[in-house]
Each structure stands twice: as C-alpha cells, then as structure tokens.
C-alpha cells in the first residue's frame, strides 16, 4: 500500500487493513521459516504500513486532546485577565 492511500482511509479502514497485514505478516514468517518467501523486502515493507497506519488511527486521538488543552488554557486566561 502506497503512503498517499494511507493517508485517506479512515480510522475504521486503517484499523481493517493493520488486521490484515498483521495476517499477511505471519504468513510470511512461515514462508521465512521454510525458505518459500521470495521477495524478503515485502516484510519490512508491512511492518513499515502498519506502523503507518497505527499512526493515522491514533491520529485523531492526539488532535482531540490537543484542542482540549489548548482550549483550556485559553478558558484559564480569561479568567485571568
């Protein structure tokens, strides 16, 4: 999976596609264990989407709690001033 497709799947769709790589992974360790795999660079490559894509479903989490913050700072200035 490309970076830009990534980037536009929703944070159900990620967590759909982090549960199938994470199945194509431990394929791929039995096909490592019998030497059947071809292309060893596909493994790395998963494990770099799934972390990709672990990131963009946290990522609206992070934002949530930033605007939080940031809106209670700016409730304790006025309060302040």
Known sequence: MKK???????????????????KDLLNMRF??????IQNTAEYNE???SI???????????WQKEFLKEK????KIK???L
């Open 4 to 22: 830009k497709e990534d980037k536009k799947l929703t944070k159900d769709q990620a967590i759909k596609k982090i549960e199938t790589l994470k």
């Open 31 to 36: 096909k490592k264990i019998n030497n059947q």
């Open 46 to 48: 998963k494990k770099r």
């Open 51 to 61: 972390a990709r894509l672990f990131t963009k479903a946290n990522e609206t989490k």
């Open 71 to 74: 809106l209670w700072a700016q």
């Open 78 to 80: 006025k309060q302040l």
